[in-house]
């Protein structure tokens, strides 16, 4: 069995300072690691994902993400936030049976 | 051309009905899917599909039924719906499984 848990679910902050959203998860085998945005009456999209390889992928919005396998986490993380980076998050777990868990998702508000 | 489309985007109807949401996907991807996603933006995956093959069938109530007339679609229909049903539903497709899933824009259901 996986799962995911986002540990915020609301983060907000201020135009221009950073952010990170957290994600932990747990799985017998190996995973694939994914963050997508959800913007208000839309459906998810993909930020980016971690498959293997680099420890350290990014967006290109300006998005990174650490898999970090020690510690079972792919915290997300973007050193300056636009108001247009307001959306829900979520973090989510893949398998290569194909099971993907998303994690309850973390709203980010960025305020002017 | 969109990536992945559903219709009706929204769908008002009462209790007792029978509905169908369909699904499309341009991508040529093998397997698709369907989520509830509630009013608290908490993500569930009801059903996952495999060339056409249903390969999860998380705890969903009879009543949800998918049918798979081929790889490009996937519709569910909900037989006497309840007002618990009301929610967005969300239509995804990945190449394989396990990997990056992309989501078409929602269903609004909403039982009165």
């Known amino acids: 069995a996986q799962s995911v848990t986002q540990l915020d679910s609301q983060v907000p902050v201020f135009e221009e300072a950073p952010v990170e959203l957290r994600c932990n998860y747990s799985s017998s085998v190996s995973v694939y690691l994914f963050w997508y945005v959800q913007y208000p009456n839309q459906g998810l999209q993909l930020l980016l994902k971690y498959l293997s390889g680099s420890t350290l992928v990014e967006s290109i919005n300006g998005f990174e993400a650490e898999f970090n396998k020690s510690q079972t986490s792919f915290h997300l993380r973007k050193p300056s936030v636009h108001i247009s980076d307001t959306a829900e998050y979520f973090c989510a777990v893949n398998t290569n049976a194909g099971k993907s868990t998303f994690g309850d998702g973390t709203t980010l508000t960025v305020k002017p | 051309d969109t990536a992945v489309s559903q219709t009706p985007k929204y769908l008002v109807t009462q209790m007792g009905n029978d509905k169908s949401i369909k699904c499309e996907q341009n991508l040529g991807h093998d397997t698709m899917y369907w989520y509830k996603q509630d009013s608290k933006k908490f993500l569930k995956i009801m059903f996952s599909y495999n060339n056409k093959e249903l390969i999860i069938n998380e705890t969903v109530p009879n009543r949800f039924s998918p049918k798979s007339p081929d790889k490009a679609h996937l519709n569910l229909h909900i037989n006497s719906l309840e007002l618990g049903d009301s929610a967005v539903y969300f239509c995804?497709?990945?190449?394989?499984?396990?990997?990056?899933?992309?989501f078409g824009p929602g269903t609004r259901l909403t039982v009165t």
């Open positions: 995804a497709s990945s190449q394989r499984e396990g990997r990056e899933q992309y």
